[in-house]
């Protein structure tokens, strides 16, 4: 299935943190990637998300506001599952 891609704005690249902000139109995709740091997801916006990764899918509610974090190595394919777009940021930590 082709998908758009998601839209990525670099905001801070340093040598403490990569800050990015993610905009997801309805039906948009990142591609798969892994991340070589870990990181912080903070949602500007609700939505639906599917990770699609290489143990299988999953479906996941992103509220506004409420953070989560994922490790180093994470790979995934993140998708706008839902009707409405939703945008994060995402704060990548280096070592």
């Not at 990015?20 to 892994?34: L, M």
Request: proline share 5%; hydrophobic share 35%; net charge negative.
């Amino acid at each position: 299935m082709q998908r758009t891609q998601a839209v990525s704005q670099l905001q801070i690249d340093d040598s403490q943190v990569i800050v990015t902000r993610w905009d997801f139109p309805p039906g948009s995709e990142t591609g798969w990637h892994r991340h070589e740091h870990d990181y912080v997801i903070v949602p500007l916006t609700d939505g639906r998300m599917r990770l699609e990764t290489p143990e299988g899918e999953s479906v996941v509610t992103l509220e506004a506001g409420v953070c989560y974090t994922r490790v180093e190595g994470t790979e995934h394919n993140v998708i706008n599952d839902g009707k409405e777009p939703f945008a994060f940021v995402e704060v990548e930590v280096k070592k």
